[in-house]
């Protein structure tokens, strides 16, 4: 070899904006975390977050009170307020 | 501060080995030991050089311990003095921790070092140094914490286990801990002699531009002669040291700046 090869890219940049390894037998490596992997699969796009987490909107929902309290009670197990797991369980339920 | 509801809990973590992770926990550490910040760094890599590092007395109770036991609050118990002196504890590791990464009977708990970190008091930053693998303890780590920061070396290989590392954070952040944010990612060791790392810190800026810190770490023997001797960086004095510790007290403003702008979703009552 008489000259030096430039450096192979290590990351590469999909179409929809998302960061991925370049080397393709890593690309198909999964981020395994136990039931979230199929969700984590759907890579959203940095930008996408960062607009998401600018945006605040407020929405109604109308529950019985039994199931309410089932779900803060719920909730609390996680150190979370009702409100935080009713907008993550809407939020992830959204991306998928 | 030193409110458990104030607490801010940064994981540092990558998913390649030996990019520096523990060192830049224990930069951190001796950043906010100088400005008078209590900080409590929970070593959870089996092993355990963060605990080497800062060095505490006699510990009886470890992260092993802690997350075998899950108890709400049970991390007080496991809070050790170190070397390091007045304003950094630790939560010790031990090589058992390793056995708490792949549980064989495959149940998994994400929330134990969330609940067992419930009303920790008179800490105000804690630094959680995670292994090199997205087992059960890196979920705890990221799933008990506010912000994640990611560390790399400008190397190829890094540099996924980089972007793995920010995936995880990802993934971690809508399964199980809705306040998880990535802080940004520390380019560490770098040499800027090297095409190869110059070529490296380009890439990453292309691609995670507003997370990639700056400056970047340089490559300095300084910080694992201090390491060595058991003493934060911060406390040696010759010119390479002065220059990281600078650098880590710029990383220290970023990452306290980063837990004052929340997202929507951590309006409302603290988790702790």
């Known amino acids: 070899m008489t000259t030096t090869p430039p450096p192979r890219p290590a990351l590469r940049r999909a179409d929809d904006g998302t960061v991925h390894p370049a080397a393709a037998h890593l690309s198909s490596l999964a981020v395994d975390v136990s039931d979230t992997s199929a969700r984590a699969g ?12 600018e945006e605040t909107v407020d929405i109604t929902v ?35 | 501060m030193a409110d458990s509801a104030t607490v801010l809990v940064v994981s540092v973590l990558s998913l390649k080995g030996g990019v520096g992770k523990t060192s830049v926990v224990l930069g951190l550490a001796g950043a906010a030991q100088r400005r008078g910040l209590p900080t409590l760094v929970v070593d959870l890599d089996p092993q355990g050089n963060a605990t080497t590092v800062l060095d505490p007395g006699e510990v009886t109770f470890t992260a092993n311990d802690v997350l075998a036991d899950g108890r709400a609050g049970v991390v007080a118990d496991a809070v050790t003095a170190t070397a390091w002196g007045a304003g950094v504890s630790v939560v010790a590791s031990e090589p058992a921790l390793e056995h708490r990464n792949h549980p064989r009977d495959g149940r998994t708990g994400e929330h134990r070092l969330r609940a067992a970190m419930k009303g920790l008091r008179k800490i105000d930053l804690v630094l959680v140094d995670c292994p090199p693998s997205l087992g059960e303890l890196t979920k705890n780590a990221l799933a008990a914490s506010d912000l994640a920061l990611v560390v790399t070396e400008p190397t190829m ?15 971690v952040r809508r399964g199980f801990n809705l306040r998880l944010r990535p802080a940004g990612v520390v380019v560490n060791r770098f040499r800027p002699r090297s095409l190869e790392h110059r070529f490296r810190v380009d890439e990453l800026l292309a691609a995670y531009r ?63």
């Open chain 2, 157 to 171: 290989f890094a540099l996924t286990g980089a972007q793995q590392a920010l995936a995880a954070v990802d993934v």
């Open chain 1, 42 to 53: 759907r890579g959203k796009g940095k930008k996408k977050d960062k607009d998401r987490s």
């Open chain 2, 210 to 272: 507003d997370l990639v810190l700056d400056p970047v770490v340089p490559e300095r023997s300084v910080i694992a002669a201090a390491q060595g001797r058991c003493v934060p960086v911060q406390a040696w004095r010759s010119p390479g040291a002065r220059e990281v510790s600078r650098i880590y007290s710029t990383y220290l403003d970023h990452v306290l700046a980063s837990a004052g702008s929340e997202g929507p979703l951590t309006k409302g009552a603290r988790r702790r």
């Open chain 1, 62 to 96: 109308t529950l019985p009170k039994q199931v309410r309290k089932r779900l803060r009670r719920k909730a609390e197990t996680y150190g979370w307020t009702a409100e935080e797991a009713a907008s993550h369980v809407l939020r992830v339920w959204a991306d998928d």
